[in-house]
């Protein structure tokens, strides 16, 4: 299992990098959910839980069935899956229909998390900064897919575009209307006013084939259009006015699994047609891996499973959660600048998470995480401070954030593979509380912001740093009694 080649890594990393556009996703379009399901950010909310019992549902699913198919079917399986709710979730038209959606999302979410750990650790048993390198495909497809939205938003580039298209095929409507009435001064302000060279103010009525009242009733009667049409050019003041178009990306992420699993239809082939079929990755688990552990161990364990729930709690709660904190909060922020911002986060978390690849062989993970401490606590104070300094201040937290979360997943399974066998229970365990984390945390801070405002985002992170360094210490000082 040493020797596998180029082949299953690119396609592994290709399969996480499909998780990431696909865990990126819904942050940024979350705004644009809220108007155009017409629910406050408290209904939205639920989203995430939908997602988390899912999520907790697949990493349970998985642990009974690895066991039972070939490791790069069961991730052909997963990838279709998620492909499949890619492609409905733009057409749910409602939080109702969405339910069902985000809960097979966040299922095949699970799936993935604990199918692409497990099949790394058969491949490269002994190699702890395979496992970094494998996973940093997740955090450069959440780089990647706010920058995909970004152009489809509600202010981005190509919904803008086509609203331009809209409000001018409205203008031409009324001006023709207003043209067959004859309700211009004169051919030449009529004129005038089909080239935009009149303002709507400037409009006179004569006719003198009605009397008063009519001439009256009329007038008001297209005033209150012109009144109506200024009010849809001013497409980004009300949630009523404007349309998305997410389907668009949405069926680009569903696409990128169609190569993703011929690939791994490929890699199954070749494990068959190359390896003894007893030892064989493909078609086989390693038991040997399920040993029994001390109590000592089996309290480590505990302890990691607690730790992982709040391992990337702030990623998640920053993917999902950034874009309403910006808009809605005193910085006044567009969906364009927080989508480019939440893209900026992914990115500096895929350097934090690929580093450890570099220097995992020379250092253990310990010194690693207490590093990537120091720069989440730095993170939170610029981040208390973008409350009262703007918007550079929120930049430079993001930066360092991302950073610092970037090493903490891929550091759970190494430092654990230090202590215990990271068998599949062991791995599905882990990332049933990582994976539930990233979920509930973005529901618990939707709902604390919802009832506190916006505000609510910067502290809620903050707690779970708090959490996070309490439960790190307490798993350090159990490894101490560990043989």
């Known amino acids: 299992m040493e020797d596998r080649k180029y082949l299953e890594m690119l396609v592994l990393f290709s399969f996480t990098l499909g998780v990431g556009l696909s865990l990126a996703s819904i942050g940024p379009v979350l705004p644009d959910l809220q108007c155009l399901w017409n629910v406050d950010l408290h209904t939205t909310s639920l989203v995430f839980l939908f997602i988390a019992v899912g999520t907790i549902v697949g990493v349970v699913v998985s642990s009974v069935v690895m066991d039972k198919l070939p490791a790069f079917i069961f991730l052909a399986i997963v990838t279709i899956i998620r492909g499949v709710t890619m492609f409905l979730f733009p057409y749910t038209g409602g939080l109702a229909l969405a339910g069902p959606v985000v809960f097979i999302y966040g299922a095949s979410l699970g799936l993935s998390a604990v199918g692409s750990l497990y099949t790394t650790n058969l491949l490269w048993p002994t190699r702890a900064g395979t496992i970094h390198l494998v996973q940093s495909g997740v955090a450069i497809g959440a780089t990647l897919s ?194 480019t911002m939440t893209s900026v986060f992914w990115l500096c978390y895929s350097i934090g998470r690929i580093i450890p690849y570099f220097i995992n062989d020379r250092i253990r993970t310990f010194p690693i995480i207490a590093v990537a401490f120091v720069g989440m606590t730095a993170g939170i104070v610029v981040l208390f401070l973008s409350l009262y300094y703007g918007t550079v201040c929120l930049w430079i937290s993001m930066i360092f954030l991302g950073l610092a979360t970037g090493p903490h997943f891929s550091s759970l399974f190494t430092w654990t593979r230090e202590y215990v066998s990271l068998s599949s229970k062991n791995i599905s365990l882990l990332s049933l509380g990582a994976n539930a984390g990233v979920q509930f945390q973005p529901l618990i801070s939707g709902l604390l912001m919802d009832r506190f405002g916006p505000n609510s985002f910067v502290y809620s992170i903050a707690g779970v740093c708090i959490i996070h360094l309490f439960l790190f210490l307490s798993v350090t000082v159990c490894t101490r009694y560990i043989s």
């Open 146 to 339: 706010p920058l995909l939205e970004k152009p489809f938003l509600s202010d981005g580039t190509f919904t803008a575009m086509m609203q331009g298209t809209s409000n001018n095929e409205h203008f031409s409507d009324k001006n023709a209307t207003l043209y067959r009435l004859e309700i211009t001064e004169s051919p030449d302000s009529s004129l005038a006013m089909l080239t935009g060279k009149t303002k709507w103010d400037q409009v006179v009525f004569k006719n003198t084939t009605l009397n008063d009242s009519l001439k009256e009733s009329q007038s008001g009667a297209i005033l209150g259009s012109v009144n109506l049409f200024r009010k849809e050019a001013n497409h980004s003041s009300s949630c009523d006015n404007f349309k998305t178009y997410l389907d668009y990306p949405f069926i680009f992420f569903g696409c990128i699994t169609i190569p993703v699993t011929v690939g791994l239809i490929i890699c199954h082939r070749r494990g068959n047609d190359n390896q003894n079929p007893c030892t064989n990755p493909y078609t086989s688990i390693d038991k040997s891996t399920d040993i029994s552990l001390s109590r000592a161990q089996n309290m480590f364990i505990i302890l990691m499973c607690f730790l992982s729930v709040v391992t990337i709690a702030i990623p998640g709660c920053v993917s999902n959660l950034l874009a309403t904190f910006g808009t809605k909060s005193d910085l006044k922020l567009n969906l364009n600048t927080t989508s």
